[in-house]
């Protein structure tokens, strides 16, 4: 069934069509959250939050822009009304995420390495979070791959092209940072 | 692109990938369901309803607010103003404690006890502070007679005494309370007639001001 068609269906008040839309859009929801929130778990409730807003505002949907960026920007704003809170910033920045541990080493690596990678990686993360917000939000919207370009600047509320500069800029002020304290060298 | 670079690439994508990666837990869609079937959670800020007007805290505190500043704008702001007892001038002086208190007081009127009066001779005060030219001395007598305040001829100010004080100043200090009830035809004496240089008052033929 076409998109359309279970819009159109939930509209009248299907619930297995706004299922199956949930089912089709769960994980680039997800990501989107993602994006603006550290943890896992908020993420997921700022799902749910944005599908539920999303179903009942449905008649105000008017197929301007595809379901999946107008959901996508639903999501967004939820996402940092959320983050705007400062209790939870600061968990965003202090917690640590039962589910964002670093994966395990390969056997091949020894241990050291292993150690001295997840050391990097964890350093490399906190620079992302240290990184002002235009940028940051851009490189991680992308980084989930689930976002194009196009999809991003509608989330966003930008041109597509300030969307590719952000992301040209804050991935060279990453790298920038992570040299300066150096991590890429060996 | 050297090694630094690629490396440094190979981090950046392993950060953002690990900050993004990841999809929500199984029976994601049936939780989604469950909240859409649940009734809608009640808004947690409480609608209060006054005489059919749904309002929230927040705009009422809002408009509380809003009247409390309003009543003090208007009630004590006042009482706030700077004294307005000038320094001494050849011309006389607008001496808030004095005209406050004495018998035909301009000032009088702000707390409703306006005395016969005494709006001319606020405007004869304001003539005779910044020198009067020889229209203005008249206006001011005519003032001073209908108030019933006259005053010796020598009290008043004349063409030659020209007041240290700048007339912007005096602008500033006459209450907008005492402007509001001053009578019409002495009224654009008092104010319009204030330049940044001097008050203009247009001479007074058979008591009536000439436009």
Known sequence: MSETELIERARTGDADAFGELVERHRVAVYRAARAALRSADEAEDVAQEAFVAAYRKLDQFRGEASFRTWLLAITWNFARTRRRTSWLRLQRFTSSDERQVAEPPSPVESSEDALIQADLREQARRMVMMLPAKFRDVLLLAASGDHTLEEIGGILGIPTGTVKWRLSEGRHQLKARLARVGIGHE | ??????????????????????????????????????PPEPSPVRIIDIFGWRVRPLQLATAGAALAVLVVAVVLAPGLWPPRDLPSSPGGRIARGEAAGGPGSALGTRTGAAEPGAAPVRAMQAAELVGSTGGQAQSARLARRRSGNELPADAGGSAESASPIPPVVIAALVPPEDISIVPIEVQPVAIRDITIQEIQIPPIEGGKVKR
């Open chain 2, 1 to 38: 692109m050297s090694e630094d670079t690629h490396r440094l690439d190979r981090i950046v994508d392993e950060a953002l990938q690990d900050l993004t990666a990841g999809e929500p837990r199984e029976g994601f869609r049936g939780r989604v369901m469950a909240r859409i079937a649940a």
